[in-house]
């Protein structure tokens, strides 16, 4: 019998904390790319209940672990339970990697950078002097919108629903950045016209995921694309959204979130490794994640 020597008395191991974890992919991302690159390092995702997370923390720093994810619903809740959190991950409102250096838990949030740089990868272009539009004010929204305005975009429209959600992030822009940001609801003309003048759209709702097909969180808007805007969209599932069809007729370049998803894993395990992984490997390794998603 061939003895099993992946886990040893040296392995240390990382974690994922949400609820649920059954469908995450981050498992085979950090565990292909720690036996690729030969890390002693093996990644386990837990589902913790609510009221257990504390103790979940405190466990997980008992066993000295390299660090861990936080995924939905906890990427608010965690920041209360870690020793510091970046700047970034403050304004943004949400961890969802933390680090563990000689004791003490630091809280990092790579989602928005695994968005710029899923963007610069497939756009060829940053965020710095662009006029942005983006839909929605949740989690992700608030998340880009920081990161955006960190990157220096000229201006950061936010048209939501609930306008009074756009309203609160566009506050933090105000408050911290110099950028010009304004809020709509995502109904009215008025946010027609400023989605018109903008270079990058951007959806960051849940409008046209699995099993919601078919739906575009522009239907029964008045905002129109027009070629030469770049579209993003941060579901991955399916690949192609009504949205992402609807901007690619128009003669948009569009992005859908496989790479945000992609990168927000890289960018953790930099963090926790300190290594810089090659863009060869990058490349093949984003080949392979792709066909882990079965989307
Ligand atoms: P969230 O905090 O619950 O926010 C969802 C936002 O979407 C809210 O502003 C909500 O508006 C709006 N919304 C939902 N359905 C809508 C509709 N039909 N029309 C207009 N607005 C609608 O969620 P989140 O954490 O930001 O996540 C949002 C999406 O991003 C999810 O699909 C998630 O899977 C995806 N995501 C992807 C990645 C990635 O790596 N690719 C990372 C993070 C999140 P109300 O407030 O009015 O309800």
């Known amino acids: 019998?061939?003895?099993?020597?992946?886990i040893t008395g040296t392995t240390r191991f990382v974690g994922l904390l949400g609820n649920p974890v059954e469908h995450s992919v981050s498992p085979q991302l950090h565990n292909t790319i720690s036996s690729y690159l030969n890390v002693d390092f093996v990644y386990i995702p837990f589902k913790v209940e609510k009221e257990d997370l504390e103790s979940a923390v405190k466990g997980l720093r008992a066993l000295n672990v390299v660090g861990f994810n936080v995924t939905i619903p906890f990427k608010k809740d965690i920041i209360k339970y870690l020793d510091e959190n970046t700047k970034q991950a403050l304004l943004m409102g949400?961890?969802?990697?933390?680090?563990?250096?000689?004791?003490?838990?630091?809280?990092?949030?790579t989602d928005a950078e695994g968005f710029a740089r899923s963007f610069r990868e497939e756009t060829g272009t940053g965020l710095k002097g662009k006029r942005i539009f983006i839909i929605g004010a949740g989690g992700a929204a608030r998340a880009i919108a920081v990161k955006a305005a960190i990157d220096g975009a000229d201006s950061i429209y936010i048209a939501a629903r609930t306008k009074s959600k756009a309203d609160d992030i566009?506050?933090?822009?105000?408050?911290?950045?110099?950028?010009?940001?304004?809020?709509?609801?995502?109904?009215?003309?008025?946010?027609?016209?400023?989605?018109?003048?903008?270079?990058?759209?951007?959806?960051?709702?849940?409008?046209?995921?699995?099993?919601?097909?078919?739906?575009?969180?522009?239907?029964?808007?008045?905002?129109?694309?027009?070629?030469g805007q770049i579209?993003?969209?941060?579901?991955?599932?399916?690949?192609?959204?009504?949205?992402?069809?609807?901007?690619?007729?128009?003669?948009?370049?569009?992005?859908?979130?496989?790479?945000?998803l992609f990168y927000q894993g890289i960018s953790a395990y930099e963090i926790w490794t300190g290594i810089k992984l090659s863009p060869e490997m990058l490349k093949e390794l984003y080949q392979s994640f792709k066909g882990i998603l079965k989307v």
């Open 94 to 109: 949400a961890v969802n990697t933390v680090k563990n250096i000689d004791g003490r838990l630091y809280g990092y949030n």
């Open 170 to 227: 566009a506050g933090i822009l105000n408050d911290n950045f110099g950028c010009n940001s304004e809020t709509y609801a995502l109904a009215d003309e008025q946010a027609a016209d400023a989605f018109n003048e903008c270079d990058v759209v951007i959806n960051t709702t849940s409008a046209g995921m699995s099993p919601q097909q078919g739906v575009s969180p522009l239907d029964g808007t008045q905002c129109r694309f027009s070629s």
């Open 231 to 260: 579209v993003y969209d941060v579901i991955y599932n399916p690949p192609v959204t009504k949205f992402l069809n609807d901007a690619a007729m128009a003669g948009c370049k569009t992005v859908n979130g496989i790479g945000m």
């Open 1 to 6: 019998m061939q003895i099993d020597d992946r």
